[in-house]
């Protein structure tokens, strides 16, 4: 059975960093592509950044420059090293993969005070 858990999350304030991990049993990541999504409230989940099989990687605009996204495949975990922190990235953080998604998991409640 495929089980994804987040962590890292926390209470930061503006400017300030938080690194997020994703671990997984039952599946290899380095086999897919898998990304990080973030959902606040009242608002839909949106995917924030990616890596692919091939280490490529990719963000959407409002992340670029301030986030990282790595894997370490001994671990077999995916992290978001998240920087610079805004009001505006507060929700609460999911990992999966890109195409097929599992199950999701509880996530991982980020909030960053002004």
């Known amino acids: 059975q495929v089980q994804l858990v987040e962590s890292g999350g926390g209470l930061v304030q503006a400017g300030g960093s938080l690194r997020l991990s994703c671990a997984a049993s039952?599946?290899?990541?380095?086999?897919?592509?898998i990304g990080w999504y973030r959902q606040a409230p009242g608002k839909q989940r949106e995917l924030v950044a990616y890596?692919?099989?091939?280490?490529?990687?990719n963000y959407t605009d409002s992340v670029k420059g301030r986030f990282t996204i790595s894997r370490d495949n001994a671990r077999n975990t995916v992290y978001l090293q998240m920087n610079s922190l805004k009001p505006e990235d507060t929700a609460v953080y999911y990992c999966?993969?890109?195409?097929?998604?599992?199950?999701w998991g509880q996530g991982t409640q980020v909030t960053v005070s002004s």
């Open positions: 999966n993969k890109v195409f097929y998604a599992y199950n």
């Open positions: 039952g599946t290899t990541l380095r086999l897919f592509t």
């Open positions: 890596i692919s099989r091939d280490g490529s990687t």
